[in-house]
């Protein structure tokens, strides 16, 4: 296993570069420039001089070697607009991101999972259609819109929790303040990964429940719950560890709207105010942690598979 | 969003009839009891101010607070009450006011101003301010990297004692008092000398120190920056005990923490005002603010070159629709692009020119634009076509830019309506000077001064406009100090801008600010009123 993990880091750091090089593609193809060149009081003297210190004066080839040149030494360069450390400016958003995208993950596996496993042993039932329903509906809602929508009602009109941010000015630190904040992103983040881990949760276990081993296991007379949670759930999990694989890059790295809506201080707004600022080297920093947090998700589901099917080996 | 609501309607009308002086005048009459003030504001006048309280207003990302850089509105917001100028903006009419300097003396000549510091001004460290504090901003301001440039006029600055700077120019330049207290900020010689400006993580991002009224507190990153009162300013100390300016990006959710108490202090957009209007503890507030709104049209462009098409493009228009579907009546129609809010320089006698489509047509037909086949204009066989540019992602810009399509259609034009996300817009329209007819607008400093928006060649002026008794009006009013000539000289230049107008202005929008109701602010556009947060308080 420990060879076929080197294998797979050997293999990340590829991937890295080939996502590296494409999104910097991507970035000297978009159409505008950095904001900080868009300033109508620069002249064509100043805005020379600006490129030049920024480097951007480079053929993009350069540029881009130079970037890897630099990466390798985990050195990401600084930002345009705000000239700090790329590094230093996403380690201080990742606790942030860390802890919003851990409670939407929480809350997803904890409701999402029984909410299928009920739904997939009454199929057709009330709890079924209205679980199935509202997992419809979930997919279906605009973060931004729902995001909007809980402030009004909880924060506008119930005043039970603050609108946005992660801490009230003053309380920095408390735990309660923090829960308070976190209550509504939470929601609104689960909103799109919970009926996914539902509704797979419920298809698979269907599938399973119909197969002829739990038929074997109910024809020998065992206990029904038994039955349940220790074959047929466990042989249903391989899909839901699958698409759980999926979301936990885009709990971390998908937050944008919810970060932004929230005035969240993660990874996701962070971005956000990248790609409007036309950050390069910002851009390309966020992207190489998120294909980080992508490749380990993948390697950490994989490795997941062989605990919950010992069939299953790392090759 | 643009329900009908007449009476609101109509009582903003009367609001306009009172202009921003007349509304001091208005409010500070006794028994105004169904003014603009006691409609929107509450009798100001009865109030008595209440020291302490904390004021808190939104930013939209992190700032970087060095004065000698430009980083952004975030950053410049908060600059305005960490640190000062040499002087600042009068709260009522926006000229130039004693605020690090308390007098100046231009030579005869127009090329030195001497500026006498005050004596009893203190960094927030406890460090005496002095006029090698001022030298060394003006100085690095012009080479640093990544710095806020300032006048291209400033030659060299000299201390000429502790508490006298002067300042040589290399031609006259009257909007040096103005500018020095618009964005030119001074900043410590003694903490900032040697370093690297933009990448001085520890002053831009944790500890600034500045002479303002208030001081940095606490800067937790993406979430707020907290700054407390300077019981050491050197105008005493300010009546509110803390600012603290908090990230909300998105300006429906700063609408929402208005409503519920978690902001004291906001900028909406007119499609907001439902949503505050009527809201416990709160109150609306307009000013007028240093800004025009247009249409551009490139003079490059055979199209655009003759000034009757230009002016027949303004005709074309109903720019009071515009103004009461997208500002739901929060702006008036231009007469030029000096805005109002420069009370002194601005021509009160002019009027807007009416919506006439008649008489753009018959300029138009005079320019050689006739209807041809479908009532389309032409000339020598071309069908009049163009398109209009505009910034994507702003309701009400994309809305007015349609409404202005839709007119010129109606005149019998080819208009292509192309959206484009800003930076995109900025890069490839604007500062590429490549467009046909382009929706933008100018923000300005408090002086009348355009030569280098509307001057020939002037760096600002991406419409290729010239005019070459404009270019004599607008240098010599840019060089003489006399404020009298320079107001005949803005006059006159508004006056020739009706007959060769640079573009289509169209209108001057107001500054809506929502706020905490018992919360007193100059009633000045918010970048210019955030130089005097001394004076910001709340009532009893």
Request: proline residues 7%; aromatic residues 10%; hydrophobic residues 45%.
């Amino acid at each position: 296993m420990w060879r076929a993990i080197l294998h797979r880091i050997l293999h990340a750091l590829l991937v890295l570069l080939v996502v590296s090089l494409i999104t910097f593609g991507l970035i000297m193809t978009a159409p505008g420039g950095p904001s900080i060149l868009l300033d109508p009081d620069l002249t064509p003297a100043d805005l020379a001089r600006l490129r030049q210190d920024l480097g951007l004066d480079q053929p993009a080839p350069v540029q881009y070697l130079k970037w890897v040149g630099n990466a390798v030494y985990g050195d990401l360069g600084r930002s345009l607009v705000q000239k700090r450390k790329v590094a230093e400016m996403i380690g201080e958003r990742v606790p942030a991101t860390t802890v919003l995208a851990g409670a939407g993950l929480v809350l997803t596996l904890l409701v999402g999972i029984p909410l299928g496993v009920v739904a997939a042993t009454r199929p057709g039932s009330l709890v079924d259609r209205v679980a199935t329903i509202a997992c419809g509906v979930g997919m279906a809602i605009p973060g931004f819109w729902f995001g909007i929508m809980l402030i009004i009602l909880f924060a506008v009109w119930l005043r039970l929790l603050p609108s946005a941010g992660m801490y009230t000015p003053g309380l920095s630190g408390t735990p309660a303040d923090l829960l308070r904040h976190l209550v509504m992103p939470t929601l609104v983040l689960a909103t799109f990964s919970l009926p996914q881990v539902t509704l797979f949760t419920r298809a698979s276990l269907i599938e399973t429940l119909r197969q002829d081993f739990v038929r074997t296991a109910l024809a020998t007379g065992l206990d029904r719950r038994r039955i349940l949670y220790r074959h047929a759930l466990r042989n249903s999990l391989i899909p839901v560890l699958t698409i759980i694989g999926l979301l936990v890059p885009r709990l971390v790295g998908g937050a944008v709207i919810t970060e932004t809506v929230f005035a969240w201080p993660g990874m996701g707004r962070l971005s956000a105010d990248a790609a409007f600022g036309r950050d390069y080297p910002l851009i390309m920093g966020i992207t190489l942690v998120m294909s980080v947090v992508v490749i380990v998700s993948n390697l950490l589901t994989d490795i997941a598979y062989t605990v919950v099917d010992p069939r299953i080996r790392l090759e | 969003m643009t329900t009908g609501r007449t009476d609101e309607r109509e009582e903003r009308m009367h609001a306009y009839e009172v202009t921003r002086r007349g509304f001091l005048r208005s409010a500070a009459a006794a028994g105004a009891a169904t003014s603009f003030a006691s409609l929107w504001a509450g009798p100001v006048e009865a109030q008595q101010p209440r020291r302490g309280g904390t004021l808190r207003m939104p930013i939209n990302a992190d700032p970087v607070l060095n004065p000698i850089l430009t980083m952004g509105i975030q950053s410049t917001t908060i600059c305005k009450v960490l640190y000062s100028g040499l002087t600042r903006p009068d709260p009522v009419t926006l000229e130039p006011r004693p605020d690090l300097a308390k007098s100046w003396q231009v030579s005869q000549d127009g090329l030195a101003w001497t500026f006498t510091l005050r004596e009893n001004v203190k960094w927030h460290d406890g460090k005496p301010f002095t006029a090698e504090d001022v030298k060394w901003t003006l100085e690095t301001r012009a080479t640093a990297k990544g710095a806020w440039r300032g006048p291209r006029a400033v030659k060299a600055v000299e201390s000429v004692g502790p508490h006298v700077v002067r300042i040589h120019l290399s031609q006259p330049f009257a909007p040096l008092a103005v500018l020095m207290g618009f964005t030119q900020y001074i900043g410590p010689k003694h903490l900032l000398d040697g370093k690297e400006q933009a990448e001085f993580v520890e002053f831009n991002k944790k500890n600034p120190i500045g002479t303002g009224p208030f001081k940095i507190k606490e800067f937790v990153t993406g979430q707020h920056v907290t700054l407390a009162a300077n019981p050491d300013y050197f105008l005493g100390p300010p009546y509110l005990d803390s600012f603290v300016f908090k990230v909300v990006p998105d300006v429906n959710v700063q609408v929402a923490q208005l409503k519920t108490g978690e902001l004291d202090f906001a900028l909406i957009e007119p499609q907001n005002i439902a949503a505050v209007k009527g809201a416990p503890g709160l109150k609306l507030d307009v000013a007028d603010y240093v800004n025009h709104y247009y249409i551009a049209f490139q003079i490059k462009n055979p199209l655009f070159a003759d000034p009757r098409v230009r002016l027949a493009m303004i005709y074309a228009l109903d720019r009071q629709a515009i103004v009461d579907k997208v500002l739901l009546g929060y702006g008036t129609v231009a007469t030029g692009t000096i805005s109002p809010a420069l009370g002194w320089a601005y021509n009160p006698n002019l009027k807007p020119l009416p919506f006439d489509p008649q008489k753009a047509l018959a300029l138009l037909a005079e320019a050689g634009w006739k209807p041809g086949s479908g009532g389309v204009l032409s000339k020598d066989g071309k069908p009049f076509k163009f398109t209009l540019s505009v910034d994507k992602g702003n309701p009400a810009r994309e809305q007015a830019a349609t409404i202005a399509q839709q007119f010129y259609k109606k005149l019998g034009m080819d208009v292509t309506l192309e959206t484009m996300e800003w930076a995109t817009f900025a890069s490839k329209r604007w500062l590429a000077r490549e467009y046909d007819a382009m929706y933008m607008w100018w923000i300005t400093s408090p002086d009348p001064d355009q030569l280098d928006y509307y001057g020939t060649g002037g760096p600002n002026n991406h419409t290729h406009y010239s005019n070459a008794e404009v270019d004599k009006v607008l240098l010599e009013a840019q060089q003489t100090t006399d404020r009298e000539r320079r107001r005949q000289l803005y006059h006159r230049y508004q006056e020739l801008q009706m007959g060769d107008p640079p573009l289509a202005t169209l209108y001057y929008p107001k500054e809506i600010r929502a706020m905490n109701a018992k919360l007193v602010v100059p009633q000045v556009g918010y970048r210019d009123a955030l130089t005097h947060t001394e004076a910001w308080y709340y009532t009893a």
